[in-house]
């Protein structure tokens, strides 16, 4: 097992500022996705951030949960949810959010692809700790969906889910299309999930234009899982720099595009990039410790309270240099 080597990098990648992931080389500037893709990548990102207050899930755009799916064995949760407006079902994972979680995304081992919808992935392997994951939930969330496609004629489908929850969309996808569902997948942040069978597979059962993989300049963790442990990203990745607007977001070619270093800063919200999305219903912050350096404040402690809709957590932080605290919403 790789455990170790992906504690070390998933840690650091968390928590410190100077990480860097990834090739030097600067990546092609492909053209600017569309401000009509731009906006369909905000609007996924906010069931994506629903699905983090799992006590009492409030998702966005008026639509309402109609099953809530959390597995005690795995800890596994999400929502789906129906919007009646859009006429569409949205199944959304929650990502890392407390030491089990840590222990899923640990378990880094290569194993068979198995999994409800699946039979002809020759070769697939996954990420042993995802798997199990979705596993534990596929069968409900599958179920679900289609109890919610026999009951609403037309809707689409979409799945989605941030950082773990975007690995587990990713399986759900192949699972569902494999299941006779059509759907469409948004992922933020998301961690390579299988290898290089699996990722072909993945795009030859969602090709272009179903599955959309949202990257950050600023985020290492989509590069933490290492190829040198035989895993390999999926297409087709949108990357973004900077502030997160249409005009920042590029197309990526291929399933591995050479990208610039990356810093971690795995927070949801530079995916987002616009306040006026945070409703009273979903608050997420950032803290950026550059701003405060330890040095000149003298603290050795520093306590933040982040509160996620009905969610109120405190996070003890100790003898850490200056940082960008990301993943704020691992709570």
């Known amino acids: ?144 969906v289609n109890a919610e496609l026999a009951a609403n004629s037309g809707y689409k489908v979409t799945v989605t889910g941030h950082s773990l929850g975007g690995a587990l969309a990713s399986l759900a996808t192949v699972s569902m299309l494999g299941s006779g569902i059509d759907v469409t997948t948004f992922t933020y942040g998301q961690p390579r999930t299988g290898n290089q069978a699996f990722a072909n597979f993945v795009d030859q059962q969602a090709p272009q234009g179903k599955i959309f993989r949202v990257t950050h300049a600023n985020d290492g963790v989509p590069q933490v899982v290492s190829t040198s442990n035989g895993y390999r990203h999926h297409s087709t990745e949108f990357w973004q720099k900077d502030a997160a607007t249409a005009a920042g977001t590029f197309q990526c070619s291929g399933q591995e595009p050479q990208a610039p270093p990356r810093r971690s800063r795995h927070a949801l919200l530079v995916y987002w990039n616009s306040e006026s999305m945070l409703t009273p219903s979903i608050l997420i912050a950032e803290v950026n410790f550059t701003t405060w350096p330890l040095a000149v404040t003298g603290l050795r402690l520093v306590r933040l309270r982040f509160l996620v809709k009905c969610i109120s957590v405190d996070l003890s932080l100790s003898n850490l240099a200056p940082l960008l605290l990301s993943h704020v919403l691992t709570i």
């Not at 809530?68 to 990502?95: H, M, P, S, W, Y």
């Not at 081992?109 to 020759?122: A, H, I, K, W, Y």
Request: proline share 4%.
């Open 1 to 144: 097992m790789y455990a170790g080597s992906f504690a070390s990098a998933f840690v650091l990648a968390v928590l410190c500022t100077g990480l860097s992931i990834g090739s030097p080389v600067i990546r092609r500037q492909n053209p600017a996705v569309s401000q009509d893709l731009f906006d369909k990548f905000k609007r996924y990102v906010t069931f994506s951030a629903a699905a983090y207050a799992s006590e009492c899930p409030s998702p966005p755009f008026g639509a309402t949960i109609i099953k809530q799916i959390n597995n005690k064995d795995t800890n596994t949760q999400g929502f789906i949810a129906r919007d009646d407006a859009a006429k569409e079902v949205i199944l959304a994972f929650r990502g890392t959010s407390n030491l089990q979680d840590f222990m899923t995304d640990l378990s880094e081992d290569l194993v068979p692809f198995n999994t409800t919808g699946v039979t002809n992935c020759e070769g697939c392997m996954a990420h042993e700790g995802f798997l199990k994951a979705w596993n534990s939930v596929a069968r409900e969330s599958i179920d679900g």
